[in-house]
């Protein structure tokens, strides 16, 4: 029979071992990896700026007949049109083309190489007029075409006026200016993509002349 005097000290023994036991057997916490890099080649284009566009175009188109069997040819006058355009156009930056550069692991520092933002998508809005859309705010024949108007001629200056606006709109995107902000608003997102993966990013534009195709 066991002495009662025995039974604490036997019962801390048994306590003690069963502590120590549990220490050892409990599993080291494992310390989750970093999240991998982003695929740049996945994300396609990070469009950075959208900007609308409005302006009156005025646009001359001559009239002339050409003289049968000479160089010569009479000139009856000219369509002008004024127009209202109205559109917008969204600057990207094609992440397809982007590369990483001096990418530590141990700091988790890196260097991103982005290509310039082009205007991705600039055209001219065909909605209604009540609903923000170009309309023509006149259409007159000056000379002797005022004398002979003519419905194809007055659709061929129309759709000419429209085709400036068209340039004009893509010439707007293009300005340094816009440009410029696009870049900016591009470098803020991509930092700020990874960062939230656990990199300290630092973006480099590449020269306008040496963008890949």
């Known amino acids: 029979m066991t002495s009662p005097q025995r039974l604490p000290i036997l019962l801390v023994a048994v306590t003690a071992a ?33 900007m609308n566009y409005a302006d009156v175009i005025e646009f001359t188109q001559p009239n002339a007949v050409d003289i049968p069997w000479s160089q010569w040819e009479v000139r009856l006058g000219s369509t002008r049109v004024l127009l209202v355009a109205r559109g917008d156009c969204t600057i990207a930056t094609d992440l397809r083309q982007a590369r990483y550069e001096d990418i530590d692991e141990r700091a988790r520092t890196l260097t991103i190489v982005l290509p310039p933002p082009t205007p991705l998508q ?28 003519s419905a194809q001629t007055r659709t061929t200056a129309m759709n000419n006026a429209l085709g400036t606006a068209q340039k004009a709109v893509q010439a707007a995107c293009s300005q340094p200016a816009v440009l410029n902000t696009a870049k ?27 963008a890949r195709p």
């Open 122 to 149: 600039a055209r001219i809005s065909h909605e209604a007029r009540n609903r923000g859309g170009s309309y023509f705010y006149a259409v007159t024949e000056q000379g002797l075409q005022a004398f002979i108007p």
């Open 184 to 210: 900016e608003n591009a470098a803020t997102v991509m930092q700020a993509t990874l960062a939230a993966t656990g990199w300290m990013p630092t973006v480099i534009w590449e020269p306008l002349s040496g």
């Open 18 to 50: 069963a502590i120590i036991f549990a220490f050892i057997k409990k599993p080291a916490e494992q310390v989750a990896p970093p999240p991998p890099l982003i695929s740049l080649e996945k994300m396609g284009h990070l469009v950075s700026l959208k």
